[in-house]
């Protein structure tokens, strides 16, 4: 592959890299085997790539992301430009023109969510297009919660143990009387 250029794919299964260069069939179907979730827009935000992966990915919640996205379809998706999948393109299209390294964003949609890593495929110092890693941030939020929730439990212990902690003095004599009493 040409080191990090900008790849486009000809609709045909050719990946191209930089001034057209054919990526070999063997990295073509590397790149498509990957785990990765991956997908390419070139520089004026069309889907021109998506690996094996991301369109697994995708069809799998396709039914959800179209209720909120109606847009949204697995058949049309290679060629669409991403404006339509955002509720404010503008906002997008200006992040993305000032991107110069990679970005980190979780995003909700159809009642998923989804960690993208968004990095720009630079040229003489401007994005020639843009390639995305998906995740499903699922796990990775089930995660988080299981931490809270641990990282809770253990602040109740704690509260419990500050709680008991007096208790397990005995009762301290009454100042005047001398009698023995509860701590308040
Ligand atoms: C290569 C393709 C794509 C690029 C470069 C891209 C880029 C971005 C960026 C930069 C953000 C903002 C992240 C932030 O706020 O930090 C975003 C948000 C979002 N993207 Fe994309 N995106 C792409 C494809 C898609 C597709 C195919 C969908 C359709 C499901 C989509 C749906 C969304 C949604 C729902 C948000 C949340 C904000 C909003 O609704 O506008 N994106 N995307």
Do not use: C
């Not at 991107?99 to 960690?115: C, E, M, Q, S, Y």
């Amino acid at each position: 592959m040409n080191g990090g250029q900008f790849a486009t794919s000809d609709f045909g299964g050719n990946l191209m890299f930089g001034l057209k260069i054919r990526v070999s069939g063997a990295k073509l179907r590397a790149i498509d085997t990957l785990r990765a979730n991956v997908m390419i827009a070139d520089a004026d935000l069309k889907i021109t790539y998506m690996n094996a992966s991301v369109k697994s990915l995708l069809a799998e919640v396709e039914t959800e992301l179209k209720a909120e996205l109606p847009r949204f379809s697995m058949e049309t998706l290679l060629g669409s430009n991403i404006d339509v999948f955002h509720k404010n393109p503008s906002y997008q299209r200006d992040m993305l023109a000032k991107l110069t390294k990679p970005h980190n964003a979780t995003i909700r949609v159809g009642g998923h969510a989804f960690d993208l890593l968004v990095t720009p495929l630079m040229k003489g110092g401007r994005p020639e297009g843009f390639v995305v890693e998906w995740s499903n941030a699922k796990e990775r939020l089930l995660n988080t919660d299981y931490r809270n929730q641990m990282e809770a439990i253990s602040r109740g212990q704690a509260m419990i143990d500050h709680r008991a902690a007096p208790q397990a003095h005995p009762p301290l004599p009454h100042p005047r009387n001398g009698k023995r009493q509860l701590p308040l």
